[in-house]
């Protein structure tokens, strides 16, 4: 019988992953997304894509609109002290609005932790949110699972960042506590099988990998996969807000959902029920096989989205409905060039990331460790693919918005700013070679946006001015600063 089935939450980490297998497995398949052009980039033909947001309960209806299952891969861990209310109005929302449509069934992805202790407000957040889609009258089948294992998760972005970047590590208590990793691969498997499994009413069921380890079990396996001696400290304490602060600076993971993780990794997240592995044909692999299977896919697997991609890793995005901008100001700069606009525009989209910026590269560290202090992303996020450009991809602290092959690309800026930012590169045929057009663009607002522009305009002209002639050098081969 043909359905449809839904996926929200479609550009996060698991959700995207679920959206393509779901595809290739010929599901009819639908993902929805708050920036729904950003997904329309990413995927093929043989998905629907739809916008919708579970805090605003009037996009809901369209997206839910003949589904007969569907996927709640939604959560609010990056919009600060306010993520249990937004949890708890998108689940209502979304509970709300699938009942009235119709819906037959809702799979949640939650947390592990024992819910008879007082656990974190993330562990307790997600808790409650599979509580109020049960009471929808939705049959909801709610998987738990501890640590996710994966490339470009957020467990294994943290494992890796501190493992690679620091010889010495001090393990504060937390890093001890027992948790039961499980491979997002397998995440995926449980999740698969919840369209079709056999059950009457809303069940809960417990999954995890293989093994019962920490974190500091993690770390160590993944220093032995990469050849790596790391010496371990133990300390008695170290608070999660100072852990916070540390891992801000260390790894991609931003102070404030830093605090959040560990907040959660203090609490034993292991399988007490083991429902899941009698009921479902998923046999989900151990500690080392996860680690191993995460290390081989991170080069390769470049279509998929890591954790800090996704746009919930910055908190809510901000609205701007009733602000007043200053008046608009523009950097606009061109250079000709012999080399031809393909030449030129593959220059463009290796910028950021690896590659650098082609000028001033300690001055865009400098400027993304400022961002980082004030709870911005930093340039610690870096790009998805050192050559490609899609919509939607991050590059360092900021994102793409347009890209057109050969002609034009648009960044808007996610750090942290008084104002709207975007930065602009567009080619076209001249003569026997290239025009390339830079374009710096920033709304100010307000005398704070102002002072911020031209108090760092001496910076910005430099940089911009040798960005220019750096694209330039790239393009017609070169060496660029």
Not at 151 to 179: D, H, K, Q
Request: hydrophobic share 45%.
């Amino acid at each position: 019988m043909s359905r449809r089935v839904l996926v929200t939450g479609a550009t996060g980490y698991v959700g995207d992953r679920l959206l393509r297998a779901l595809a290739a497995r010929g599901v009819a398949v639908r993902g929805m997304a708050r920036r729904p052009e950003m997904l329309r980039a990413r995927v093929g033909p043989d998905i629907e894509v739809v916008g919708g947001d579970a805090l605003r309960p009037e996009t809901l209806p369209a997206a839910l609109d003949g589904v007969d299952t569907a996927y709640y891969l939604i959560h609010s861990m990056g919009a600060g002290a306010s993520f249990e209310a937004s949890d708890r109005a998108a689940a209502e929302n979304f509970g709300r609005a699938a009942g009235a449509a119709g819906v037959r069934r809702i799979v949640y992805l939650g947390g592990l932790g024992d819910s008879a202790v007082a656990l974190s407000p993330h562990l307790r957040s997600r808790q409650q949110v599979g509580d109020i889609l049960r009471a929808s009258g939705v049959e909801t089948l709610e998987f738990r699972a501890s640590v996710v294992i994966g490339p470009g998760s957020l467990s294994f972005e943290l494992v890796r960042a501190l493992v690679e970047r620091l010889p010495v590590m001090i393990m504060p208590r937390w890093v001890s506590v027992p948790a039961q990793p499980i491979a997002v691969d397998d995440v995926l498997a449980y999740l698969i099988a919840g369209l079709d499994v056999p059950v009457s009413g809303s069940c809960i069921f417990e999954i995890g990998g293989a093994d019962v380890v920490s974190y500091a079990d993690l770390m160590r396996e993944y220093a032995a996969a990469r050849g790596l001696r790391r010496w371990m400290i133990p300390v008695p304490v170290l608070t999660p807000w100072l852990s916070s602060l540390w891992l801000g600076l260390v790894t991609p993971v931003y102070a404030r959902i830093g605090r959040t993780l560990i907040e959660s990794i203090v609490h034993a997240t292991v399988v007490r029920d083991d429902t899941a592995e009698r009921l479902f044909q998923v046999h989900p692999r151990g500690m080392r096989e996860a680690m191993a299977a995460a290390l081989r896919s991170e080069e390769h697997d470049l279509n998929a989205t890591r954790w800090s991609d996704a746009l919930s890793s910055l908190g809510e995005p901000r609205e701007w409905g009733g602000v007043r901008f200053g008046s608009r100001l523009v950097d606009t700069r061109t250079a000709l060039t012999s080399a031809p606009p393909a030449r030129v525009f593959a220059a463009v989209r290796r910028i950021g990331g690896r590659n650098g910026w082609y000028y001033g590269n300690w001055l865009w560290s400098a400027r993304g460790a400022i961002d980082l202090l004030v709870g911005g992303a930093g340039m610690r996020r870096g790009r998805r693919d050192p050559d490609a450009l899609r919509v939607g991809d991050v590059v360092d602290f900021w994102r793409v918005e347009v890209c057109e092959p050969d002609r034009r690309l648009r960044l808007v800026a996610e750090m942290k700013l008084p104002g709207r930012a975007w930065l602009e590169f567009e080619v076209e045929p001249h003569a026997a070679g290239s025009l390339l057009r830079q374009t710096a663009i920033f709304d100010p607002v307000g005398l704070a946006g102002l002072a911020y522009w031209y108090g760092i305009y001496p910076l910005h002209r430099m940089v911009f001015r040798g960005m220019l002639r750096g694209l330039v050098a790239a393009a017609e081969g070169r060496h660029h600063l």
